[in-house]
C-alpha cells in the first residue's frame, strides 16, 4: 500500500516520472527518442507515448488478517497488465540471435533469443476502469507514497477501504507503476500460420513443461505468456524467471544442439502422446476412470495457468510438436563479433572520440559500427561524423566536440542539419560531457549496459 519513493524521485512538481512506447504489434519495448515511429522489431507503427511511469524499486505492503469472498472477486477481476521487452547490446556483441526450426517440410519455427534482456511490466489499473471511463493509472501521495482510494470510482474494492481518499490529499499525482528487471528471454513465432489464440497457447504451455522437464527445471525457473501478434503466428515470451538464468533459453537456439527437438518430444510424452508417431496415449486413469480429454493436472494444467484452462487443449499441441521433435536449428544473419566490430578501428590518441570509445567497451554498451573518416554513404555531404551507428531505424551520425573543434567545417551545426537532411539521426556529444548521461539517453543507439549498478 506504498512505495518508497527516493528524493530524486520527489522533484518540485511532484513525482519525476518517464514516459515510453511499446509497439502494439509486438509487444516490443521502445524509450521516447525522438523521431522513432517504426518498431525496431517488427517494423511495425509504435503506439502513443505512455507518460506518468513511475517505476517501483521497494514497496510497502500492509498485512491483511482475513481474505473475504470480495477479495476473491478483486482477484478474479485482475489488473490490465501489459509485458514488454527490449533486447539489450552489450559490448561489441548483439543483445539477441536469431534461430529458424526447419523440418524436412520447411521451417516450423522462428525464435529469438537475448541475455539480459530488458522485461517490464505495466500496470495500468484495474480491468473494470475501461466501462468507467477512467484513464489509466492511479492516484499516489507525492510526499508520502502511499496509494490513495477513489470512493466514487465503479472498481472501488474492499481493499481500498483503508486507504485515504484522493480528494483529502493536497500534493497527488496519478501515475501508471511498472516493474522493470534484466532477464535471459526467447520469443517463439510459428513459422506459419494463421494460428488462432487457443492454439498457439497450448503450444506454449506444452513447450514450456517440455523444456522444464528435459532440463530438470522447477516450476518457478521459467516462465511464459502470449505477446501481441498482429501476423497471427502465435508470438510467445519465455523468461528464465532465476537471478542469472539457468542457460536454458541459449541452447534452443545453438545449432551444436537438438535441445529443441529433445524438449518437443519430452513435451509429446508430457501430453500423452507418441514422441515418435504422435499416437494418443490417453494419459493416465483417474479415480473416476477417466482418462485425459483436452488438458489434466499431469500434462498442461497448472495453478499458474487457471485463467486459461478452458482455452488449454494438448491435441492443438500436437502437430507442432512433431514436428519440432525432428526439426534442426540454424542460426540466422550475421553474427557479429568484438573481433569483427574493432577490427578496422583504429583509435588515434589524438582523437576526440578515444575516451568516449573505450569508456563504451569497458562499461559493455554497443559499440560504435564505423569510426570516421572513410565512413559509407557520406561522399556526397559535407558532414563528418567522428562514428556512425547503423540502426535498424537508420544510421545515426555521432559528433564528438573537442575542446576547439566545434564550429570546423563538415563538424558544426551546419554539417548536423545536412545529415538530418539526408535521413539521418544525429547526436552531438559536448566536450566534457558525462558518458553515462548521453548513453542512457539514447539507448536505442548504444544499448544497455550490463555493468551500470554494479
Not at 515470451?237 to 527437438?261: H, P, T, W, Y
Not at 547503423?390 to 563538415?410: A, H, Q, S, W
Request: glycine residues 10%.
Amino acid at each position: 500500500n506504498q512505495v518508497q519513493l527516493t528524493p530524486g524521485e520527489q522533484g518540485g512538481n511532484g513525482l519525476d516520472t518517464n514516459a515510453a512506447r511499446h509497439c502494439v504489434a509486438c509487444g516490443y519495448l521502445h524509450g521516447q527518442e525522438v523521431g522513432i515511429d517504426v518498431c525496431e522489431s517488427c517494423d511495425g507503427r509504435l503506439g502513443r507515448t505512455m507518460h506518468r511511469l513511475l517505476r517501483l524499486q521497494t514497496v510497502k505492503a500492509a498485512r491483511r488478517d482475513r481474505i473475504s469472498s470480495d477479495e476473491e472477486e478483486r482477484r478474479w477481476a485482475g489488473f490490465d497488465l501489459v509485458t514488454s521487452y527490449r533486447f539489450n547490446d552489450h559490448g561489441a556483441r548483439p543483445g539477441r540471435i536469431d534461430a529458424t526450426a526447419d523440418s524436412e517440410h520447411g521451417p516450423v519455427l522462428q525464435l529469438r533469443y537475448g541475455d539480459t534482456a530488458t522485461v517490464r511490466v505495466t500496470n495500468l489499473g484495474r480491468r473494470r476502469r475501461k466501462a468507467a471511463g477512467d484513464s489509466a493509472g492511479y492516484w499516489i501521495n507525492v510526499q508520502t507514497g502511499y496509494w490513495l482510494s477513489e470512493r466514487q470510482a465503479l472498481d472501488a474494492t474492499p481493499d481500498t477501504a483503508e486507504l485515504q481518499e484522493a480528494g483529502e490529499v493536497p500534493r497527488k499525482q496519478k501515475v501508471i507503476p511498472y516493474v522493470e528487471d534484466r532477464r535471459n528471454i526467447l520469443i517463439t513465432r510459428f513459422a506459419r500460420g494463421p494460428v488462432d489464440e487457443q492454439t498457439a497457447l497450448s503450444v506454449m504451455h506444452a513447450l514450456e513443461r517440455g523444456i522444464e522437464a528435459e532440463f530438470q527445471l522447477e516450476d518457478s525457473e521459467l516462465s511464459c505468456e502470449l505477446l501481441p501478434d498482429d501476423g497471427q503466428l502465435g508470438r510467445a515470451l519465455f523468461i528464465e524467471s532465476a537471478e542469472g538464468g539457468a542457460g536454458v533459453l541459449r541452447r534452443l537456439v545453438d545449432a551444436q544442439e537438438d535441445s529443441l527437438a529433445r524438449a518437443a518430444r519430452r513435451a509429446l510424452e508430457i501430453c500423452h502422446f507418441d514422441p515418435n508417431t504422435g499416437e494418443d496415449r490417453g494419459g493416465i486413469l483417474d479415480r473416476t476412470g477417466e482418462r485425459c480429454a483436452r488438458a489434466c493436472y499431469d500434462c498442461l494444467l497448472s495453478y499458474r495457468n487457471q485463467g486459461s484452462h478452458l482455452l488449454i487443449d494438448r491435441h492443438l499441441a500436437r502437430d507442432l510438436l512433431l514436428a519440432c521433435a525432428t526439426a534442426q536449428t540454424t542460426r540466422s544473419g550475421p553474427q557479429r563479433s568484438t573481433e569483427d566490430a574493432w577490427g578496422s578501428i583504429d583509435l588515434m590518441p589524438d582523437s576526440p572520440c578515444t575516451g568516449f570509445v573505450r569508456w563504451l567497451e569497458e562499461m559493455e554498451y554497443r559499440c560504435p559500427d564505423e569510426l570516421g573518416p572513410d565512413i559509407a554513404g557520406l561522399s556526397d555531404l559535407s558532414a563528418q561524423p567522428d562514428l556512425v551507428y547503423r540502426t535498424l531505424t537508420g544510421p545515426v551520425g555521432i559528433f564528438m566536440d573537442g575542446p576547439d573543434n566545434t564550429d570546423e567545417p563538415g563538424h558544426d551545426e551546419d554539417a548536423a542539419d545536412d545529415l538530418r537532411d539526408a535521413g539521418w539521426s544525429v547526436i552531438r556529444i559536448p566536450y566534457g560531457a558525462t558518458y553515462s548521461k548521453i548513453a542512457q539517453k539514447y539507448p536505442s543507439v548504444f544499448g544497455i549496459s550490463r555493468r551500470v549498478g554494479q
